[in-house]
């Protein structure tokens, strides 16, 4: 069973920074388009950062929000069968739940828990 576990939320202060870890079991992040996603209170998921998969499922690079180009990387470690996202120079904006998942994942309404982001002072 695929699964997706995320951690490393927490409660900062703007310009702060996070790391945000998400780890994989029953699948290889290697293999995946892994992304991650954030939620906030009203708002529809959006997908923040992501890795790409090209047609012959190869390495195709990284793709970011323009809300958070500059600011967030998404990192894997394979060994480990995780994935990363640091955040850097966080936003009140950026407070949300926030989610690594996989596109097929997400359109089928497959998701984690989550972990809570909250940037206030």
């Known amino acids: 069973q695929v699964q997706f576990v995320e951690s490393g939320g927490g409660l900062v202060q703007p310009g702060e920074s996070l790391r945000l870890s998400c ?33 012959l499922f190869k390495d195709g690079g990284t793709n970011y929000a323009d809300s958070v180009k500059g600011r967030f990387t998404i990192s894997r470690d394979n060994a480990k069968n995780m994935v990363y996202l640091q955040m850097n120079s966080l936003k009140p904006e950026d407070t949300a739940v926030y989610y690594c998942n996989t596109p097929l994942r997400s359109q089928s309404g497959i998701w984690g828990p989550g972990t809570q982001v909250t940037v206030s002072s």
């Open 23 to 55: 780890v994989a079991s029953g699948t290889l992040v290697s293999l995946l388009a892994m992304g991650w996603y954030r939620q906030a209170p009203g708002n529809q998921r959006e997908l923040v950062a992501t890795f790409i998969r090209d047609s």
